[in-house]
């Protein structure tokens, strides 16, 4: 079983990335493959709204979305992880959220060619915010977590988590113990 993680920071070692380190930890000892993408590193562009995947399931942008499309494919749960910039996800993990349009039809259905792979996927999102209110991560937890309702994906849950500085998220050894959990559950049948 294959467990994905999508890290939406563009700080390599931030708080973000430990956490999701932390998950994938846990998916791992609990027997599942694991690979982590940081979409920072890819070239993924806005969803231009072009309407051509909601017929043929195929994005008209060529980039490393499709890439990473494959892997959401064939992972058993995902595992995103954003730090909240500005009341919101980052643009990197905007920007990859949007383009999962390709797996609807016009009417939001999944593609009859998707909907064996999506349906039932597991997926568990970590947030990091400098507010000492995690409750500043909602709008992107409400992101992920309308997407799961939807579609009726099987949602493991959240992490939050508040962060300022580079590290700083070590101190937090619930959050830590919070990340590995959600990694095992995530890949727990």
């Known amino acids: 079983m294959k467990v994905l993680g999508i890290m939406g920071s563009p700080r390599i070692g931030g708080n973000s990335d430990v ?8 998916a791992k000892a609990t027997g599942a493959d694991v690979e982590k993408i940081i979409i920072d590193r890819k070239h993924i562009a806005g969803c231009k709204d072009c309407k ?4 043929t399931g ?15 494919l064939e992972a058993y749960a995902i595992i995103h992880s ?15 959220l949007d383009r999962w349009c390709v797996f609807f039809d016009a009417e939001w259905r999944w593609q009859k060619i998707y909907y064996p792979k999506m349906r039932g996927k597991r997926i568990g999102l970590i947030t990091v915010c400098g507010d000492s209110n995690v409750k500043t991560a909602d709008p992107i937890v409400h992101s992920f977590q309308s997407t799961v309702e939807m579609t009726k994906m099987h949602w493991l849950g959240t992490v939050m988590a508040s962060a300022n500085d580079i590290g700083d998220i070590v101190k937090n050894e619930s959050a830590i113990q919070q990340a590995y959990a959600l990694g095992k559950k995530a890949a727990t049948p």
Do not use: R
């Not at 956490?19 to 846990?26: D, M, P």
């Not at 954003?82 to 990859?96: D, E, G, I, L, R």
């Open 19 to 26: 956490l999701l380190s932390h998950a994938l930890t846990g």
């Open 52 to 55: 051509k995947c909601n017929t």
């Open 58 to 72: 195929v994005c008209a942008i060529k980039d490393d979305m499709a890439e990473i499309q494959t892997k959401i």
């Open 82 to 96: 954003s730090p909240v910039y500005f009341w919101a996800m980052t643009s990197q993990m905007k920007a990859y």
